[in-house]
């Protein structure tokens, strides 16, 4: 920690010191033919030397603007870009004294000069788009997409890659308005590169069907289109990599792209045995990803883009390789196809300690574990846009995948009452191998009817999927106490799942009023049939064979749900605002056949009425207010209803609960956001509720050896809200100086109503999260990033047997990077986490450190790279889940420290007649 505050004291005190002279230029922008202001009109300052962009910023309300900066330049070039405006230039002295440039009127453009006309201004604000000018924004050299993600006002980019804009997530990436490897956005971010991009475009996600129809986006998501050079759209570029590393550690990967006008072909391929997904180069420090940008699951796997890789908490080896193919089939007829092949080994072990809460007592669970995982999935998509004329559209989109998986699994678990007395205990030994097959289809077609905005689409989406697996098992289950049981299994078990599912839809939109007031008229039809059978055997000893059928632990039934939903919407769009308020009444039906048990077949159906109203405001090109409300209802599974008597668990029996009724859930979600450009600073808050009425929980009974006998019921009372904010400020110190800040806040307040040993109880938690980070930047030399969050949770039980909770946890990280001398950069990332609240034997608190030295060679085509991983040894995963029954302390196995030396090269010929395309204006320092 004192090292941490020593840096925060030299982060300080080099932000102390100033260079350059001050200026402030004011002014007013008017249109020169009708003497209106012009809002949202981009002015910037640049050197007359060489063009390098000094500040910026967006015209107001009012058409006014300020620009504040330090400069060490006489005199600087004024320009000022507008939509549909000539371009104003000037030439202004630099002086110590304020200069009002008093009122500026702009000229209108001819219309064919602005096609011809490239933009240079940074920023761009059109109806629906926000556009960022690449060439404005100065980051590392090689730097990818992901790192000048990073620069863009507004833009925040997590360790996983996940990328938010203004608090809203970034759903996909385009390049050039074509997929690029599916949906999977850090495939985009962390493979291209910064020197190809020309424009980054930003608006709210839509798909090209309701673009083509003229229908608002999505306002909880974003959409990023990434724009190639015209001179750029030409040639071959792409990097290999790969590096070796102390204790067998290693890593390989390549990237090669043929681009030729709209037609694309990139082939990528990898392998690693560090826990990475084995295509993302990203920054330096991270050369080919890092444990951070993978995603577990609780089922032991990382998943990128729905594609398997293994055990995640463990030691993962992987290999991927993948082709995509982006085309132009004749003026607006678009093809993309995609082909992944994924394959990883993980080993993973851990250890569990729970302590099981009752209304009037505690016990005690202790396990550990271990798992060997080997997945293979390989996984096609494909999309066609047919446009059959200006008003008819057809949108394919059909895709595979195929996977095949082998765990083994070992397991030891005790229970002990508060005296430590030993009530039950059991050892699992298993061996599963997992066959799934999915193909689906989803296709869309619409059609404009005459200028007021009138439609008609069709949409279908069918899914099939089919999943087989052999399960041998092999347990020991002793049951103490004054009733002992031992329970032993030896069983082979044959599965097979299958689904099919239909889903039809059908929208008609009558204007009202041209292009303003709609009434849609929608209607959805989904069918989802679902056979599950599973045939368990009992090991015979005197045949030595699986063939004692085991009645109570197989099922074979097959599951059919129908639902009818009519709806009608009011819609009203404007440029200002869109409102929609609609209702809709759900017809479902509910069919089980059990064909083992055909007393326990179900037959059921339910109605409910469905409610949705959302409002989006744009209070000007700066700022916007959206807020949504629906009321949604869901049936229960049939696992939930069914009264079958599962006892595939000895320690847990369940059963279900004919009787359950379905859940509606009011959801109320409202955000707002703005960013002042002229400022540098930008505000977002968001915040979301569900109120659960009927909702379905487990409800279980808890016998004197703690074995436990589950069913479902109904409550109410449920609800959850959260609350997010962020606070950013950008200064510039100078033209090589600046600082930025932000400050984030967020909290969460939960009702939970539940049962705990057949008493029902509530339980009312409180989360409080503040955040702070802050970027120091010395361009070219240094920069340098400290940061800290707080989490606080509070929860109070309605149960005076219940003791109330509390747990904090502090988490401070520090990254640095350092670009002297000029072909070297030294990159550090280092965390503190301390958790006060985890139990003896686990580690509490742990340093985290990760360094990179990289070299370039080859005139910057080549780098070697050192990384050093866990720097200190204290790699450590260690960490407490609090719930209403329980509190756990768990650990598992983790990567341990490596050192890693690699090489990556980078080719590129695009550009006109194979010249690398690289202008001045995409020159990075």
Request: aromatic residues 12%.
């Amino acid at each position: 920690m004192k090292k941490f505050l020593c840096v925060l004291t030299l982060l300080c005190a080099c932000m102390t010191f100033s260079q350059g002279k001050p200026f402030k230029i004011s002014g007013t922008l008017i249109s020169g033919e009708d003497q209106t202001p012009l809002e949202s009109a981009t002015i910037y300052l640049e050197t007359l030397k060489d063009s390098t962009l000094i500040t910026y910023t967006i015209s107001d309300k009012n058409g006014g603007f300020v620009l504040d900066n330090r400069t060490y330049e006489d005199s600087l070039n004024l320009i000022i870009s507008y939509i549909g405006f000539e371009t104003y230039t000037r030439i202004l002295k630099i002086g110590k004294d304020p200069l009002n440039l008093k009122t500026i009127p702009l000229k209108t453009a001819n219309v064919l000069d602005e096609v011809l006309v490239r933009s240079r201004a940074p920023i761009t604000i059109k109806k629906d788009t926000l556009e960022f000018n690449v060439a404005s924004f100065k980051t590392k050299k090689d730097a990818t997409v992901e790192d000048l993600l990073k620069e863009l006002p507004g833009v925040e980019v997590d360790e996983d890659g996940t990328i938010k804009i203004n608090g809203k997530e970034v759903s996909e990436i385009l390049v050039n308005g074509k997929p690029f490897f599916g949906n999977d956005p850090t495939i985009t971010t962390r493979n291209l590169t910064k020197d190809l991009i020309e424009k980054v475009q930003i608006t709210d996600a839509k798909s090209k069907a309701e673009a083509f129809s003229g229908e608002k986006g999505d306002k909880d998501s974003k959409s990023i289109n990434l724009t190639i050079k015209e001179e750029n759209n030409k040639g071959v570029f792409g990097r290999v990599a790969a590096g070796a590393g102390t204790d067998d550690h290693y890593e390989f990967a390549g990237l090669v792209n043929v681009f030729d006008n709209e037609q694309r072909i990139s082939v990528l391929a990898g392998g690693n045995n560090i826990n990475s997904a084995g295509f993302s180069f990203g920054e330096l420090h991270k050369m080919f990803g890092s444990v951070n940008s993978v995603s577990f699951s609780g089922s032991d796997s990382f998943v990128i883009d729905g594609r398997s890789f293994g055990g995640g908490q463990g030691i993962t080896s992987s290999q991927t390789a993948g082709v995509n193919y982006a085309d132009e089939l004749g003026k607006g007829n678009d093809v993309s196809a995609d082909y992944f092949y994924s394959s990883s080994h993980s080993d993973n072990a851990s250890i569990v300690e729970r302590e099981n809460i009752l209304p009037d007592s505690r016990y005690f669970t202790n396990s550990s574990s271990s798992s060997i995982n080997d997945t293979e999935a390989h996984s096609v998509n494909t999309a066609f846009d047919i446009k059959i004329d200006s008003t008819f559209l057809i949108n394919v989109r059909p895709s595979f995948r195929f996977s095949n998986s082998k765990n083994s699994f070992e397991k030891e678990e005790t229970s002990s009452d508060a005296n430590n007395t030993l009530m039950n205990q059991g050892k699992t030994a298993s061996f599963v191998e997992n066959t799934g097959k999915d193909f689906g289809n989803n296709l869309n077609l619409t059609k404009r009817f005459g200028k007021g905005g009138s439609f008609i689409r069709v949409n279908m989406n069918a899914n099939v999927t089919a999943n087989n697996s052999s399960d041998f098992l092999n347990s020991e289950t002793n049951i103490y106490g004054n009733d002992p049981n031992d329970i032993l299994r030896d069983q082979f078990t044959d599965g097979e799942r299958t689904s099919n599912r239909l889903d039809l839809g059908f929208t008609y939109r009558l204007p009202l009023q041209a292009k303003k007031w709609f009434f849609d008229f929608k209607y959805a039809y989904n069918i989802d049939k679902r056979k599950d059978q599973r045939s368990t055997f009992d090991f015979d000893q005197e045949s030595q064979s699986y063939d004692i059928f085991n009645t109570a632990l197989s099922t074979d039934f097959i599951n059919k749900n129908h639902k009818h939903t009519p709806n009608v919407q009011l819609v009203f769009n404007s440029e200002k605002a869109n409102i929609i308020l609609g209702s809709g009444y759900s017809l479902t039906r509910l069919e089980n056949a059990d064909r083992l048990r055909p007393e326990l077949s179900l037959n059921q159906t339910y109605d409910f009425l469905e409610l949705n109203a959302n409002l989006d405001y744009k209070f000007n090109p700066k700022s916007s207010f959206y807020a949504y409300y629906d009321l949604g209802n869901n049936t229960p599974e049939i696992a939930q209803l069914q009264p079958f008597t599962d006892v595939s668990d000895p320690l847990n029996t369940i059963i279900g609960n004919p009787s359950l009724s379905p859940s509606k859930t009011h959801r109320i979600s409202a955000d707002y956001n703005n960013y002042d450009y002229q400022k540098r600073s930008g505000f977002y808050v968001y915040a979301n509720a569900y109120i659960i009425d009927d909702q379905v929980v487990s409800k279980s009974q808890v016998d004197e050896n703690f074995v436990r006998t589950t069913t479902y019921t109904n409550v109410n009372g449920n609800y959850s809200s959260y609350l997010g904010s962020s606070l950013s400020k950008d200064f510039k110190i100078d033209s090589l100086q600046t600082v930025k800040m932000n400050v984030g806040l967020s909290g969460n307040m939960n009702n939970r109503v539940n049962f705990n040993n057949n008493v029902e109880y509530a339980a009312l938690s409180i989360g409080l999260n503040p955040s702070i980070g802050v970027t120091y930047t010395w361009k070219n030399i240094f920069e340098i990033r400290p940061n800290y969050r707080l989490s606080i949770t509070n929860t109070r039980y309605d149960l005076d047997d219940f003791d109330d909770r509390n747990f904090l946890r502090h988490s401070v990280g520090i990254r640095t990077a350092t670009f002297m001398p000029k072909k070297l950069e030294w990159r550090n990332d280092i965390s503190y986490t301390y958790n006060r609240d985890v139990a003896e034997g686990f580690q509490k608190s742990a340093w985290f450190w990760n360094a990179t030295l990289a070299y370039s060679v080859l005139k910057d085509k080549g780098n070697i790279t050192l990384k050093v991983y866990d720097l200190l040894n204290q790699n450590t995963n260690a960490q407490r889940i609090a719930t209403d029954n329980y509190i756990q302390d768990s650990q598992s196995t983790v990567l341990e420290q490596y050192f890693m030396l690699s090489f990556s090269w980078k080719f590129n010929s695009l550009g006109p007649k194979g010249e690398s395309g690289r202008g001045s204006m995409f020159m990075m320092d």
